[in-house]
Nanobody
């Protein structure tokens, strides 16, 4: 069982930055794929970024949604069992509840149905 707790959300002006954190429990954190998804009001949950297990704890394959590539960066600190999402150049359309997710299984990494564990979410609001 893995428990995920997000933090770091808040209100920021357009062009600003935020860093989200997701603290995970569990001894096998390093071998899990970790991802961030977001869900805006009235919309489906969408993939944002992931850092996937490559077979080595020193290198993770990272993937980004087109809408955030070049602005967001996902990283992980296995010693702290934490994954981060650095968000720069924020836009009003980035406003959403951001969720951390983890999985030990395979499947399409951008599909939320392929993730086994979820955090409670943290609100990010970007004002124009």
């Amino acid at each position: 069982q893995v428990q995920l707790v997000e933090s770091g959300g808040g209100l920021v002006q357009a062009g600003g930055s935020l860093r989200l954190s997701c603290a995970a429990s569990g001894r096998t954190f390093s071998s899990y794929d970790m991802a961030w998804f977001r869900q805006a009001p009235g919309k489906e949950r969408e993939f944002v970024a992931s850092a996937n297990w490559s077979g080595s704890s020193t290198y993770y394959r990272t993937y980004y949604a087109v809408s955030v590539k070049g602005r967001f960066t996902i990283s992980r600190d296995n010693a702290k069992n934490t994954v981060y999402l650095q968000m720069n150049s924020l836009k009003p359309e980035d406003t959403a509840v951001y969720y951390c997710a983890a999985r030990s299984s395979s499947g399409i990494g951008t599909d939320a149905r392929n993730y086994d564990y979820w955090g409670q979410g943290t609100q990010v609001t970007v004002s124009s």
